[in-house]
């Protein structure tokens, strides 16, 4: 099986910073693109950034300039940089990536965490 665990989350107040750190492990034979989403109350989830296992990243425009996205390929594991908090920011942030699993017919597909929790107070 495979597994993605976000950790990292918490409350911080405005302008303030947090990282953000999603492992994925079990039988993975290859990961490909990993990404982050983030899901507000009432709201659709929605992209915040994305990196192919060469480097390229993708940030959703309301991300730039303030996260950045960064993996480990060693580690299978990959990294959000929070800065410039604001209150909007406030969601519950998901891991995803494209794996291809070492195990049965070895197709790639998406698995996701389960989440972890950003609030930032005003």
């Known amino acids: 099986q495979v597994q993605l665990v976000e950790s990292g989350g918490g409350l911080v107040q405005a302008g303030g910073s947090l990282r953000l750190s999603c492992v994925a492990s079990?039988?993975?034979?290859?990961?490909?693109?990993m990404g982050w989403y983030r899901q507000a109350p009432g709201k659709q989830r929605e992209l915040v950034a994305t990196?192919?296992?060469?480097?390229?990243?993708n940030y959703a425009d309301s991300a730039k300039g303030r996260f950045t996205i960064s993996r480990d390929n060693a580690k299978n594991t990959v990294y959000l940089q929070m800065n410039s908090l604001k209150p909007e920011d406030t969601a519950v942030y998901y891991c995803?990536?494209?794996?291809?699993?070492?195990?049965?017919?070895?197709?790639?597909?998406?698995?996701w965490g389960h989440g972890t929790q950003v609030t930032v107070s005003s």
């Open positions: 995803n990536s494209d794996i291809r699993p070492s195990y049965g017919l070895r197709n790639i597909r998406t698995y």
């Open positions: 079990g039988s993975i034979l290859s990961i490909n693109t």
């Open positions: 990196i192919t296992s060469g480097g390229s990243t």
